[in-house]
């Protein structure tokens, strides 16, 4: 079973995204903010991260930028945040995929499949 990170400081969206992660089979952990994540993180290592960006504490793109200092965990951003501009640094800083918000679970979930899927063919 592929164990998902949300962090996401809104309790409804970590909600119903945990709500459907489960009846998909997948084990769910949650962090409310950057720093939390971090300390979450230091413990334990997901299979996968879903991402906000805009966090209390310590920002999604620093938490990016941390994460990726000693890991490959596969990180879906899942944002509100649509420039280009953003979509670019995020991306180009660490992110696997980019999601805004709202969005569809059906994409969601298959772009979940995907870097599920990549991640397995690099173990």
């Known amino acids: 079973m592929s164990h998902i990170l949300i962090i996401d400081d809104d309790i409804h969206i ?3 995204l945990e709500e459907v992660l489960i009846q998909e089979g997948y084990q ?4 409310y ?8 993180l230091a413990n334990e290592k997901p299979d996968l991260i879903l ?8 920002s999604g793109e620093e938490l990016i930028r ?8 596969p990180v879906i951003v899942l944002t509100a945040k649509n ?13 696997d995929d980019y999601l805004t918000k709202p969005f569809e679970l059906e ?3 298959v772009r979940i499949q995907v870097q599920l899927r990549h991640r397995g063919s690099m173990a």
């Open 51 to 58: 991402l906000d960006l805009m966090l209390p504490g310590l």
């Open 107 to 109: 994409e969601l979930w």
């Open 83 to 95: 420039a280009l501009e953003d979509k670019v640094e995020v991306l180009g800083g660490g992110a």
């Open 33 to 40: 903010s950057g720093t939390e994540a971090l300390l979450f």
């Open 28 to 31: 769910v952990s949650h962090a």
């Open 66 to 73: 941390q994460i990726r200092e000693n890991s490959r965990i």
């Open 14 to 16: 970590n909600e119903m």
